[in-house]
């Protein structure tokens, strides 16, 4: 049997995920995490804050969350059922950050969870700056040319 | 003696597994083999602070279950072949630290207890070993976090993805000659595999990556 034959069998032999079901509970636990954001967003709004700083507290306050969510080991079990819908906010991110952390105690402070603490977000920082870098300096020259 | 038949190593006198151990962890223990395993841990950490140290704990156990049944010490094992997932075996290197028997560590990922079987045969076959002892063993917990993510990560299981067994097997070999082998599993032949690249790249689906070897050297038909 030829690589591509066999690439195509095993493709086509392979259970699916189901697609529309994994859409709709993703949206609703995507929902719910930014309607949560929402409403800690008008509460600190109501308590004083500005918006700039409603905003940031209201993203702390996602992480801290995400993060104990993620030591009771409960976060993986939203996520089973989520989906993306757990990894796209905020509190995915946090949770790439803290599992690995908790996972490599073991190792040592340094060895263990300082070495290993990144390397689920890792590649997310390093293209998320490489990129805001790229942006800028496209925006910079559009404006030095005077189109913006 | 051994002889070779096309590629099968054939053993003349066919060693015996005289017997045998096996334990597992909680889910395991729920499956549709609980009652065959010898025992069942339902604190999978069995007590250890990490998971590499439960999984060599796992593989101690089994293979003195193993010798209980015997009724050996380890004295009278004159070789371990033993493997697991971990890098530098490290699980079964620990499990057998400090008892004093000549060891091999084996890397083969899933064929690793057949190819400690294979090894531990070879070697009793050619006489140079009265008793082997032939184990494996992995943990769930510690080869997510070698092969695959975090435990508390919550990333999605793809449907073809592998759950890895928390156990760990042992088997302890003798001659099939001067011996009662009433009743035992005997290893008559054996056949190493050859690398079959098919070029499945996906991770999370093994049993494809692993399927066309089985074909290749006959032990399963591939259909037309």
């Known amino acids: ?148 | 003696m051994a002889i070779l038949l096309g590629r099968s190593i054939v053993y003349e006198n066919a060693p015996m597994i005289s017997f045998w151990g096996a334990c597992v962890g909680k889910k395991e223990g729920e499956g549709p083999f609980a009652e065959k395993f010898d025992k069942v841990f339902e604190d999978t950490t069995l007590g250890k602070q990490a998971w590499e140290e439960s999984e060599s704990e796992l593989i101690k156990n089994a293979a003195e279950i193993a010798l209980a049944k015997g009724k050996w010490t380890w004295a009278d094992i004159d070789c371990i072949f033993a493997g697991d997932l971990l890098s530098q075996c490290i699980a079964s290197s620990y499990a057998f630290a400090g008892v004093g028997v000549n060891y091999c560590g084996l890397y083969g990922a899933c064929s690793t207890m057949a190819l400690a079987l294979i090894n531990a045969a070879n070697l009793i076959e050619c006489g140079a070993a009265a008793r082997t002892l032939a184990t494996t063993g992995s943990h769930f917990c510690s080869s997510e976090r070698q092969f695959r993510f975090p435990l508390e990560y919550g990333n999605q299981r793809a449907p073809t993805a592998q759950w890895t067994v928390t156990g760990a097997g042992a088997a302890i070999l003798e001659s099939g000659k001067n011996h009662n082998c009433k009743d035992k599993v005997r290893i008559r032949a054996a056949r190493f595999g050859e690398i079959t690249d098919l070029g499945v790249t996906d991770a999370n689906n093994m049993g494809a990556a692993m399927a066309p070897v089985s074909v290749r050297i006959g032990y399963i038909k591939e259909r037309k």
């Open chain 1, 1 to 148: 049997m030829k690589r591509k034959d066999y690439n195509t069998l095993v493709q086509s032999k392979a259970p699916a995920s189901k697609l529309l079901l994994n859409f709709c509970k993703a949206f609703l636990v995507g929902g719910l995490i930014c309607t949560l954001g929402q409403i800690l967003f008008e509460i600190y709004g109501k308590l004083g804050a500005d918006e700039d700083n409603a905003k940031l507290i209201t993203s702390i306050s996602l992480i801290l969350i995400s993060a104990v969510l993620t030591a009771l080991s409960l976060y993986d079990k939203i996520a089973k059922f989520g989906g993306a819908g757990t990894l796209v906010p905020i509190t995915g991110f946090a949770n790439a950050v803290v599992s690995p952390a908790l996972d490599n105690k073991p190792e040592g402070k340094i060895l263990g969870t300082g070495v290993q603490m990144f390397s689920i977000a890792g590649p997310v920082i390093v293209y998320g700056v490489l990129a805001a870098n790229l942006y800028g300096l496209i925006y910079y020259i559009l404006k030095v040319l005077k189109v913006m």
